[in-house]
Each structure stands twice: as C-alpha cells, then as structure tokens.
C-alpha cells in the first residue's frame, strides 16, 4: 500500500516557469512533510519541509502548500531556472523521534532553458 | 564539517554473493536508517538505529538483510546469498536528537547483483 503518492512522474518546465509537484498521504498520524532534491549520482537532500500548523511555509524560490483537511501538500517552484532540474521526492511521517520517512516515487523535472 | 559518507560508491557482484556496505554517519548524529531505492522509485526504509537502543528492522525485506552499528558510529548493511532483486541504490541517512526528522542522506552505494 503506497502511502504517498507522488505526480507527475516527470514535469517539464521553461525557464522562469513555476513547477507544481503534488503529494498526497493517508495516514492521518503524518504531521511532518519535508521535501527532499536529489542529482544523478548524489543522495537526496532536504530542500523545505513543513508541519500541519501552517498552511504554507516558503524558502526563497521554494513554498510549501499544505491542505490538512485534503491530505494533500504541493511544492512550488518559482522562477524555474535550469539548474533546478533534478529528481523531487516528497515525504511524509509522524513528528517523532525514531520514525522512517515514507517518501513518494519522486518527479523528475527539467527546466529548458 | 563532513556528511555522511557511504562505501563502496558501486559494487557488483554475482547473484548467491555475500555483500557488505559501509555508512560512517555525521559526527554527533545519534540517529541512523537505511533505505533502498530501485531504479524509478521511491525511497523503502530497511532499518533504522537510535544510540544504544535496540534497531527498529520493521523494513528489512527479508533476513537476507541484516544491519550493524557501533554505538553511535559506523554501520555495516550485509546481503547475504544476494538476489538480482536486491539490485538498487543503498542509502544511508544519520540526523541528530535535537532535529530527529532532519534527515541528512550520504551519496549512496549502487549495487548490482549479475
């Protein structure tokens, strides 16, 4: 059982575009959303993460959209530039010590320039 | 300071091989997981240790998996008797007590089983 889903698979954005990944969860214990970049080659890395006592939290060209009662959570990319162009997972898990993230089956964006 | 660190970067083995895969987490980080991640997908946690207490392994496939660590320091991953199916990215991540879901992910090991 997929306990986030991820889409789209694959997002192809222009320079200076805004790229929208959406994610989606089940299990009403998440209360910790981080969303993770990864390179070819590199291991992921934490990019914003937010938890459900705001609706939207964001870091410079990056915001977090999150909809508690929807069970759903979006990253925004604004200003898309080419060197954005990698691998998004999204993530979720419970606000606690020794818990595994449950990550989505990540989207590949690339931005053209 | 250094991140996390994995060894080998690639391994290749032939299937019905034993294989052993390092993680050396960042200093003071109590905390340390495994994941696996197959070509197209997303990260599966395999296992996950905290300071001395004993491993949560809830993610381990199958007890062809096993898992090591000294105090808070380097773990081993070991795949015994490997399985073309266990061919995937083996990531380890480590994050400190005070930020426990701040995860900070080493480059991970590819391994491929002929």
């Known amino acids: 059982q997929q306990q986030v889903k991820q889409s789209p698979q694959s997002l192809i954005v222009q320079k200076g575009g805004i790229s929208i990944i959406n994610c989606a969860y089940e299990?009403?214990?998440?209360?910790?959303f981080p969303w993770y970049q990864q390179f070819p080659g590199k291991g992921p890395a934490l990019l914003i993460a937010?938890?459900?006592?705001?609706s939207e939290k964001k870091e410079g060209r990056f915001t977090i959209s999150f909809n508690k009662s929807a069970k759903q959570f979006s990253l925004h990319i604004m200003d898309s530039q080419p060197g954005d162009s990698a691998t998004y997972f999204c993530?979720?898990?419970?606000?606690?010590?020794?818990?595994?993230?449950?990550f989505g089956k990540g989207t590949t964006l690339s931005v053209s320039s | 300071g250094a991140g996390v660190s994995q060894s080998p970067s690639n391994k290749v083995t032939e299937k019905g091989k034993d294989v052993e895969l390092r993680c050396d987490p960042i200093s003071g980080h109590t905390a340390l997981y495994w994941y696996r991640q197959r070509l197209g997908q997303g990260l599966e946690f395999l296992i996950y240790f905290q300071g001395n207490s004993a491993p949560d392994k809830s993610g381990l496939p199958s007890d062809r998996f096993s898992a090591e660590r000294t105090g808070e320091s380097v773990s081993t991953l070991t795949i015994q008797r490997t399985q073309q199916e266990d061919s995937a990215v083996y990531l380890c991540?480590?994050?400190?007590?005070?930020?426990?879901?701040?995860?900070?992910f080493g480059p991970g090991t590819r391994l491929t089983v002929l």
């Open positions: 991540a480590s994050s400190p007590w005070t930020s426990y879901n701040e995860q900070f």
């Open positions: 299990n009403t214990a998440f209360d910790y």
């Open positions: 937010i938890r459900p006592d705001v």
């Open positions: 993530a979720a898990t419970p606000d606690q010590a020794g818990t595994a993230l449950i």
